[in-house]
């Protein structure tokens, strides 16, 4: 099975701060992707990446940045933490566009 | 601009009933179009269609697309408690298997 882990479940911050939140992937994937969920919003892509060092931006990139050193590592940063950024971030991997994503469980964010 | 829409955006059942969630898309370049069942954490994977009039089956849930009117469907046959859950609907364009999804579909199911 595959297996997504994101590195918290619950996570507050405050306004300002600089939040790192950590995906890895055990299948050897080269795809990885952000997403946030809001309510009424559905899943909004933030950004992707296709291989090792390589990323693109997503729907909605603005005040987030990413890093991916490692094949089965991806990082989203939040630069400076606001409010409107207090979501549920998911993320996936998944192999060529014939196979579907999976997902780890989710980072539930409060910005305060 | 790419689009997809689901429909209703929710719907209350009863315990047997069966059920009919609705995905209409807009887009270029498509691939494939994927169905998934969200309770309370992660997304988990239910279908991939690819090929139009097809049916894909797993139990009580089948689902088609229909690549001429730009839609797909997902069936929950003799529905239970446990079937109750937003189910997304996405499609993947592009080699890179980015997704873009629907808002979701909050089905309820009742005893």
């Known amino acids: 099975d595959v297996k997504v882990t994101q590195s918290s479940r619950y996570l507050v911050k405050r306004t300002g701060e600089k939040v790192f939140l950590e995906c890895v992937q055990d299948?050897?994937?080269?795809?990885m992707f952000w997403y946030r969920q809001d309510p009424g919003l559905g899943l909004r892509l933030i950004y992707f990446?296709?291989?090792?060092?390589?990323?693109e931006k997503g729907d909605i990139p603005e005040g987030y940045s990413v890093s991916r050193e490692k094949k089965e590592r991806f990082s989203l940063i939040l630069e400076c933490a606001s409010t409107n950024q207090t979501s549920m971030y998911l993320c996936?991997?998944?192999?060529?566009?014939?196979?579907?994503?999976?997902f780890g469980d989710g980072t539930r964010l409060s910005i305060l | 601009e790419d689009k997809v829409v689901q429909s209703p955006l929710s719907l209350v059942v009863h315990e047997g009933d069966t059920v009919t969630l609705n995905c209409s898309y807009e887009?270029?370049?498509?691939?494939?179009l994927l169905w998934y069942k969200q309770e309370k954490k992660a997304p988990t994977f239910l279908f991939m269609l690819?090929?139009?009039?097809i049916e894909k089956k797993s139990g009580r849930l089948s689902s088609i697309l229909d690549k001429k009117e730009l839609f797909s469907i997902l069936n929950i046959t003799a529905t239970q408690t446990g079937d109750s859950a937003v189910y997304l609907c996405?499609?993947?364009?592009?080699?890179?298997?980015?997704?873009?999804f629907g808002k979701g579909i909050t089905l309820s199911v009742r005893p």
């Open positions: 299948m050897d994937h080269e795809n």
């Open positions: 996936a991997t998944g192999g060529d566009s014939n196979q579907p994503q999976h």
């Open positions: 887009v270029t370049n498509f691939r494939s």
């Open positions: 990446s296709y291989d090792v060092k390589m990323k």
């Open positions: 996405a499609f993947v364009t592009g080699a890179n298997s980015k997704l873009t």
């Open positions: 690819t090929s139009s009039g």
